[in-house]
């Protein structure tokens, strides 16, 4: 099974503290700050920022899905989690890292090409 990894890329992006914020938010602010960052076409030209709005997006969804379908107690472990989750990739997404989510990083970055081109 695949690790949630955080690894610093050089890819044309913003490394700067304000760069480093609009990633941490795309992930605190799930599914609004993604959305926004993603329909927004001035951030477009940032790669990590689009990477971190799309994967946020994606894996909130996929909460939400998950949150109306299943048991309470199980809600409130996944919720526990998916919140752990954010707190963990904002900071590294503050830190300058990049997030990468198995299964969701290889959807985010078809995605962020589609917008590329």
């Known amino acids: ?27 605190l602010i799930p599914p609004i700050s993604s959305v926004y960052f993603i329909v927004e076409k001035k951030y477009h030209s ?16 996929l909460y939400y899905a998950l949150a109306f379908t299943l048991f ?6 996944i919720s526990l989690f998916y919140f752990l989750f954010l707190l963990y990739a904002a900071y590294k997404s503050y ?10 990083v290889d959807i985010a970055k078809k995605q962020v090409e ?3 081109k």
């Open 1 to 27: 099974m695949k690790k949630v990894t955080a690894k610093r890329i050089n890819e044309t992006s913003s490394r700067s503290e304000e760069g480093n914020l609009r990633c941490a938010i795309a992930w």
């Open 46 to 61: 940032d790669r990590r920022l689009m990477m971190c709005a799309w994967q946020s997006l994606i894996l909130s969804i």
């Open 72 to 77: 309470y107690w199980v809600i409130n472990l």
């Open 95 to 104: 830190q300058g890292d990049t997030i990468e989510v198995p299964i969701i």
């Open 114 to 116: 589609k917008m590329s």
